[in-house]
């Protein structure tokens, strides 16, 4: 877990000055699907690795480049294996145990609980249309506050 928190550390780092640096400079607006959260989640929480020390890197790892708005798509770890089942594209992380995958989700609830950026917790149990309702509610309502 140590060694793959630190390779993809290396790829964030590289991320970051290669590509979203150079876009927000120039003005435009960067989407992710995914930021460090998911490193510290998937090898903090879901492997039971340390979790400060993973903070840290991902600081140096990030230059300090943190999000306006994140959404994390939240549903049972049952389901969503189910659902994720369907794709036909499985990973490593997608092979762990159960009992993994509910590491995972409580460690990515606990971070949205405790960083300070502004996250939308999203009920992905939902229909697709109704999933993006819920994300166009919550970046709405950080403008109109």
Request: hydrophobic fraction near 40%; aromatic fraction near 8%.
């Amino acid at each position: 877990p140590l060694a793959e928190a630190l390779l993809f550390s290396a790829d964030r780092a590289e991320h970051v000055t290669q590509v979203l640096q150079p876009a927000l400079q120039e003005g435009k607006t960067v989407i992710l699907d995914r930021y460090y959260y998911s490193t510290v989640a998937f090898q903090g929480y879901g492997h039971q690795t340390p979790i400060e020390p993973l903070l840290t890197l991902s600081q140096i790892a990030t230059q300090g480049l943190l999000p306006d708005v994140v959404l994390l798509l939240d549903i049972e770890p049952k389901l969503g294996l189910e659902r994720n089942s369907d794709k036909n594209a499985s990973d490593s992380f997608e092979q762990e145990e159960l009992s993994f995958h509910s590491r995972l989700r409580e460690g990515f609830l606990a971070l949205a609980d405790t960083l300070p950026e502004p996250f939308g917790i999203i009920d992905a149990v939902a229909s697709q249309d109704e999933v993006f309702e819920q994300a166009k509610r919550f970046i709405v309502s950080l403008f109109h506050d």
